[in-house]
């Protein structure tokens, strides 16, 4: 069964530090998305991306958190500089293009901690 | 106020028992109505998707949607302990693709 593929699983960063995470989305799948789960809460949206555009980054904290889709298939989020308000899973998903008629699949995430 | 309500749990009931798991939600444009599977330490997985109002079953899992109460729910019959997870509800409206999750509900069942 295709998956999304997510490095690393786990990240330990002090703060003020740079960190990214990797996402490889299933093949063929043009949406990708990252979202961030803080423990005991839902996922919430911080990016969406259509190919390597960016289609909604409304809820990205622009001033520390950077995206990118280079080539429309894999992509990185960045955060620099951490900070501890920042721990949490960060989760990334792709779909089909087109419209979504049922949910997306997602990866098994990274845990980020920061110190 | 968020635009979806779930009760956190935890919630603990013992094998064989039907589990019922709810979540509110204030926006009426939602259209689409999905319940996600978190095991600890992994990502949701996609358990059961419903659109506009009604029920769906799927086996042991029956989802039902009450567009006019604006309230939405899961429920799981003769509960295993591999059911033990914590239960996501997600919506979104017509011609979008962001999903707007509830906080989850932390389901225990107890052998």
């Known amino acids: 069964e295709a998956e999304v593929a997510q490095s690393p699983r786990y990240k330990i960063t002090e703060k003020s530090q740079a960190v990214a995470f990797w996402c490889d989305p299933i093949?063929?799948?043009?949406?990708l998305y990252w979202y961030r789960q803080i423990l005991g809460q839902g996922p919430e949206l911080l990016v969406q991306f259509q190919d390597e555009s960016v289609v909604d980054d409304s809820q990205l904290p622009k001033d520390r958190f950077s995206a990118e889709r280079l080539k429309g298939v894999d992509s990185t989020l960045k955060i620099q500089p951490a900070e501890l308000g920042d721990s949490a899973m960060y989760l990334c998903?792709?779909?089909?293009?087109?419209?979504?008629?049922?949910?997306?699949?997602f990866g098994s995430g990274t845990r980020l901690t920061v110190v | 106020q968020k635009e979806v309500e779930q009760d956190p749990g935890p919630l603990s009931v013992p094998e064989g028992a039907i589990v019922s798991l709810n979540c509110t939600y204030s926006?009426?444009?939602?259209?689409?109505f999905m319940w996600y599977r978190q095991y600890s330490r992994k990502g949701p997985e996609l358990l059961m998707y419903?659109?506009?109002?009604g029920n769906k079953e799927d086996g042991r899992f029956t989802a039902q949607v009450d567009k006019s109460s604006k309230y939405i729910s899961l429920f799981i019959r003769d509960s295993q302990p591999s059911d033990s997870a914590t239960y996501l509800c997600?919506?979104?409206?017509?011609?979008?693709?962001?999903?707007?999750f509830g906080q989850g509900t932390r389901l225990t069942i107890n052998p």
């Open positions: 419903t659109y506009s109002s």
């Open positions: 998903a792709s779909s089909l293009d087109g419209p979504l008629v049922y949910g997306y699949t």
């Open positions: 926006n009426s444009a939602f259209q689409y």
């Open positions: 997600a919506m979104k409206i017509q011609g979008a693709q962001k999903l707007v």
């Open positions: 093949s063929g799948h043009a949406t």
